[in-house]
């Protein structure tokens, strides 16, 4: 893969699973490779199969079933939905529908930070995702620039469902704890009862890092990094180099004590009058929103993937039915009521 465009399959790949026709590598993690593929309508989809060591464990597929139910319970705008899964078979797999965009630690590698607008824009849709996620009684906890997706059609959360499951290199086990160290809360870092605040403090991490290129905690190894998260109500992040208004969001999001933290949809409504939309509409106005530089590298990334013209041939015949396409203009879709 260059500059986030799929690449092509290796000669150990597998060429097709449960129907899916496999055309390029999208990535690959502590959990599997992800693979492009497209429904029968043409519409690209991004299949992530697991790994054989993960497949021959018989707790892993519970634990994955489980939240990818879960996963499949939500849905919202800016939330990339879980929409085909197997469980049972020889390789567990899962279907989402592929978003041509750029992780946000990619960009900030490649790229740099971002402009102060469009991290106010993307901190505002995350967190509306944040709050169909919460409001289902469910928390992401592992909110990080990696499972967020930077697109022409906005920003997109990824991994929901599976981020306590999934990547395994970047995942700390230590009892019950699960996360990704450096973008984990005070109460996760201390392996305290988790509630949707843990959620907005992580979200308070990423757009701190978004506008500056520089994780608010400093660098090093992700556990020293999460040490210093958990000490935060004695020693809290420097914050006087991020310009305002992000600076007093980003000191709401990142307060020591959960109960101080806004709520998922009170950090989208700061965002909104931080960028001066009349309403949450306006805060989804992604014209322009990305820069240029990195604007271009989705559009390759778009021309790459976009769908397939009438009469391609299919990459995925289903057996009984193709749930894909309907699923995805069900859940995502759909056109905005008035004031939603």
């Known amino acids: 893969m260059q500059d986030g ?29 992800v693979y492009l593929s497209h429904t029968r309508g043409g519409q690209p989809v991004a299949l992530k199969a697991v790994r054989r060591e993960y497949a021959r464990d018989a707790a892993f597929r ?10 499949r319970r939500v849905s919202g705008y800016h939330l990339v939905p879980v929409v085909d899964h197997d469980a049972e078979g020889e390789t567990p797999w899962l279907a989402t529908h592929y978003v041509p965009g750029l992780p946000l630690d990619t960009v900030i590698d490649g790229y740099g930070p971002l402009p102060t607008a469009t991290v106010l824009r993307l901190t505002g849709c995350l967190a509306g995702a944040l709050a169909s996620v919460h409001s289902a009684g469910v928390i992401h906890r592992d909110v ?26 970047t995942l ?22 988790l509630t949707s605040a843990s959620d907005v403090f992580a979200l308070g991490l990423l757009a701190a890092e978004a506008a500056t290129g520089e994780h608010p905690y400093g660098r090093g190894h992700g556990l020293a990094v999460a040490a210093r998260i958990a000490e935060t109500d004695r020693e809290p992040p420097v914050l ?48 322009g929103w990305l820069p240029d530089p990195v604007a271009s590298a989705v559009a390759r990334i778009e021309a790459a993937t976009r769908p397939r013209s009438a009469g391609y041939t299919p990459t995925y015949v289903p057996t009984v039915r193709d749930p894909l396409a309907a699923e995805w203009k069900r859940r995502v879709r759909r056109t905005p009521s008035p004031g939603s």
Do not use: Q
Not at 62 to 71: G, I, S, Y
């Open 62 to 71: 519970v634990r994955f079933a489980r939240e990818v139910a879960a996963a």
């Open 172 to 193: 700390t086990t230590v009892g019950r704890l699960v996360g990704t160290p450096k973008n984990m809360s005070p109460e996760h870092a201390l392996g305290r009862p």
């Open 240 to 287: 006087d180099h991020h310009p305002e208004p992000l600076r007093r969001l980003l000191r709401l999001c990142l307060a020591a004590r959960p109960e101080d933290r806004p709520s998922a949809p009170e950090v989208a409504e700061l965002c909104r009058r931080a960028l001066g939309a009349d309403d949450v509409r306006g805060l989804r106005n992604f014209t």
């Open 144 to 169: 990080k620039p990696g499972n967020l997706l930077l697109a022409a059609s906005g920003p997109w959360l990824l991994d929901f469902g599976i981020a306590r499951t999934s990547d395994l290199r």
């Open 5 to 33: 465009v799929p690449g092509p399959l290796r000669a150990d790949d597998p060429h097709e699973i449960s129907g899916y026709v496999l055309r390029a590598r999208v990535g690959e993690g502590g959990m599997g490779t």
